[in-house]
């Protein structure tokens, strides 16, 4: 696996490459800066797009004209760069358990909340309102207790349904030190497909990391459904899907009325839909296009092209 970041040392030796998550204060920033204006060379910076790192970016771009940054996804900002950092890194990978979603399934829907964000509440809160969390396996753990007049305990999902070495290491609700025999478990873990979670879920709620309009984030949350074969839905910036599908992939299924990704009143709609249809129709129905999108995502050899010709096409001249 690769990122892209790692293409670029390969092709533009002359490029000098930062990860903005290896900078860990605003006295490390500017020495970075301090370097890149005696080595005035084009810089490469991998961001993920938080917000932490956005003050970052605006900080360089006042101070060093000549970088570009990269991040998961597309945006409207003239200097970055789009990747797909976040399949080719983790996701990425042959070893990928196939799912048989020949079997019935257990929960109509799987609900991976992820932090307490306020579009992800308000979708909680409009799924709660259509009583439609029944058929729902979900994962809200809530530590900061947001919204409990809705959602008193946390909801987790079952043992079975996590991986075990996690588990038996203190669970997900243990405090994570650096290089930890928990944390090394979170890395080998992280960007998997669970057999067992896909196997018995039969459509993917998929709420991204930000509906901001700037850009569209493309993160974990939605290549592994895709790794899955499963169905989804996303609550996401507006054109969520469309940007899936310039980069190859079927996500708009004609068996699913169409609906804009950043609406999670409109997302509510299409779930309430999709309650009431047989899932096994659903399946064969969208067959091709589901093993179409995991063979995409384990085409890594395509991705490495991929992020050449968006290195390539940048124009770097202009700096």
């Not at 204006?37 to 810089?43: A, D, S, T």
């Not at 029944?134 to 809530?142: A, E, K, P, Y």
């Not at 569209?216 to 996401?236: C, D, G, R, Y």
Request: hydrophobic share 35%.
């Amino acid at each position: 696996m690769h990122s892209i970041l790692d293409v670029a040392n390969e092709t533009y030796p002359e490029l000098i490459t930062c990860r903005l998550g290896n900078i860990s204060n605003d006295q490390r920033l500017e020495d970075h800066i301090k370097f890149w204006k005696n080595e005035n060379r084009p810089v490469l910076i991998e961001s993920d797009d938080n917000p932490g790192h956005r003050r970052y970016i605006n900080i360089i771009k006042k101070h060093y004209e000549k970088f570009a940054f990269t991040t998961p996804g597309k945006s409207n900002d003239k200097k970055q760069i789009p990747n797909v950092d976040c399949l080719t890194k983790f996701s990425c990978d042959p070893s990928q358990p196939s799912i048989d979603h020949r079997q019935d399934k257990k929960y109509k829907f799987v609900f991976l909340v992820g932090k307490p964000q306020a579009h992800r509440l308000d979708m909680l809160t409009t799924l709660a309102e259509r009583k439609l969390l029944d058929d729902m396996l979900i994962s809200f753990r809530n530590k900061g207790k947001a919204y409990q007049h809705l959602f008193p305990e946390p909801l987790v999902l079952p043992d079975h349904y996590e991986w075990p070495d996690i588990i038996n290491l203190g669970g997900y609700d243990s405090e994570v030190m650096v290089d930890s025999a928990l944390d090394q478990a979170w890395q080998k873990q992280f960007g998997k497909v669970h057999p067992l979670l896909y196997r018995d879920t039969a459509i993917s709620l998929v709420s991204e990391g930000t509906i901001e309009p700037e850009i569209n984030f493309i993160s974990e949350k939605t290549w592994i459904p895709l790794v899955a074969e499963h169905l989804m839905v996303f609550q996401a910036n507006t054109g969520h899907r469309q940007v899936l599908e310039e980069l190859g992939f079927k996500t708009k299924f004609d068996i699913i009325p169409d609906y804009d990704e950043s609406d999670h009143e409109a997302i509510a709609d299409v779930c309430s839909y999709l309650k009431t249809q047989s899932v096994r129709l659903l399946y064969e129905k969208t067959q091709a296009q589901r093993l179409h999108n995991r063979q995409l995502c384990l085409d890594e050899a395509h991705w490495k092209k991929y992020h050449f010709t968006q290195l390539k096409n940048f124009n770097w001249h202009l700096l």
